[in-house]
């Protein structure tokens, strides 16, 4: 049964992971993350279930626009024209994050977790996700609530949420 991203907002981050090792596993599918403010959250949770080295490789912590750049192929001219927070950096995340690891699908986010760094035009709790594949990739900007916990705890989530809903559509 496909699910909405409305409908996994409650699930504890244990069972939204274990989710999607059940997907990743039936789909035979191997999934990355490429992560900047998360610090390496999303691939913390996914391997926290036993049995998730079948289906998860390599994920990438790219806290620095210079590491964006060297492990996953982020065009400089992007982080500087728009910025490391921005629609551009985390489809590029994406897309580095498959053709390196070989993975079919990936997730990235890269945010302002606070509490500094904000601006008027990317404040405090702004992040952008993006998740897909080399050739293809969604990306929605999230505004989180909270102190810089609460930020980085919600894009956790929200990102392996994404993963499970592109695979429940297969």
Not at 35 to 54: D, K
Not at 66 to 80: F, H, N, Q, S
Not at 89 to 109: H, I, N, P, Q, T
Not at 120 to 126: A, L, N, S
Request: aromatic fraction near 4%; charged fraction near 20%; hydrophobic fraction near 40%.
């Amino acid at each position: 049964m496909a699910r909405s991203i409305e409908s996994l907002k409650n699930l504890d981050l244990t069972l939204l992971a274990q989710r999607l090792g059940k997907l990743c596993t039936t789909y035979q599918v191997e999934v990355s993350a490429a992560e900047s403010c998360t610090g390496g959250g999303i691939a913390s949770a996914i391997t926290a279930v036993p049995g998730s080295s079948a289906y998860f490789s390599t994920g990438y912590v790219t806290y620095s626009n210079a590491a964006k750049t060297r492990l996953l192929g982020v065009p400089e001219e992007i982080l500087e024209s728009q910025g490391a927070v921005s629609e551009a950096v985390v489809k590029a995340m994406v897309a580095g994050a498959c053709r390196e690891s070989g993975a079919d699908l990936a997730v990235a986010v890269s945010g302002v977790a606070g509490p500094d760094g904000g601006s008027d035009e990317k404040p405090v709790g702004t992040v952008w996700l993006a998740w897909g594949g080399v050739s293809a990739q969604q990306a929605e900007c999230l505004h989180f609530p909270g102190d810089r916990h609460a930020v980085r705890e919600q894009a956790v989530r929200q990102g392996i949420a994404r993963l499970i809903v592109a695979l429940d559509k297969r």
